[in-house]
């Protein structure tokens, strides 16, 4: 009874490097949100994606950011050419249906140096 | 501009104590849910109303949906260490694509 499973936990990585934050939802799950947390900061919405599908990724910055959920395989937050400032923790959901409970991972701690 | 509003931001309380944190917004949702975060792990979800004036209990913890479902309170019982946590409110709006996260609560309980 496997939950939202993100991978690595922490994540150290030089200004200019590619990171790529893996998430599988939860066995089921078709549905995968993306949120950025800063400390002492609630969570920031990011990007919704549906298997093959983004669906809403307006709180995705322009430029470096992306994101995919392929047909197989985890949904990838990919951040390149990254900057101190991309140092934060990013947290997965998952969900059965659209906008229904979303259970979380446990996040990827990613820091730039 | 922030959707959903927690208040209290902090709340420091004794052990056996009552409390009540609040989640107001001036919008409607379609549905709302709590989660509790410690500190290095993920949210972990407590509850979900979608009916307007719904009242649901988890033990020693009591969630009510506004009857507008405009907002949203969560009080707990005998406060225990345990309760000690980041309390985050979450909505969907009936036209969102996103679950819209609160302020947050940051709650601790002295034993």
């Known amino acids: 009874n496997a939950g939202v499973m993100q991978n690595p936990r922490h994540l150290v990585r030089r200004r200019g490097q590619e990171a790529r934050l893996r998430c599988s939802p939860m066995k089921g799950h078709s549905h995968v949100y993306w949120y950025r947390q800063l400390p002492e900061e609630g969570l920031k919405f990011m990007v919704y994606?549906?298997?093959?599908?983004?669906?809403?990724e307006s709180g995705m910055p322009k430029e470096r950011f992306s994101a995919e959920f392929p047909k197989e395989g985890p949904s990838i937050l990919r951040i390149q050419q990254v900057v101190r400032g991309d140092s934060a923790a990013y947290f997965c959901a998952s969900s059965a249906q659209a906008n229904t409970e979303a259970f979380f991972g446990q996040g990827t701690r990613l820091t730039v140096v | 501009t922030q959707l959903l509003e927690q208040s209290p931001q902090f709340l420091s309380i004794q052990e056996g104590e009552n409390l009540t944190v609040y989640c107001n917004s001036s919008s409607v949702f379609s549905s709302l849910q709590w989660y509790r975060q410690e500190p290095g792990e993920g949210p972990v979800l407590l509850v979900t109303?979608?009916?307007?004036?719904e009242v649901k209990k988890l033990k020693r913890l009591t969630f009510q949906f506004g009857d507008a479902r405009k907002d949203s309170s969560l009080h707990i019982t005998a406060a225990q260490p345990g309760d000690t946590g980041l309390y985050l409110c979450?909505?969907?709006?009936?036209?969102?694509?996103?679950?819209?996260f609160g302020t947050g609560t940051s709650l601790t309980v002295i034993p």
């Open positions: 109303v979608v009916t307007g004036g």
């Open positions: 994606l549906q298997k093959e599908n983004i669906i809403d």
């Open positions: 979450a909505g969907v709006l009936n036209t969102g694509n996103q679950f819209y």
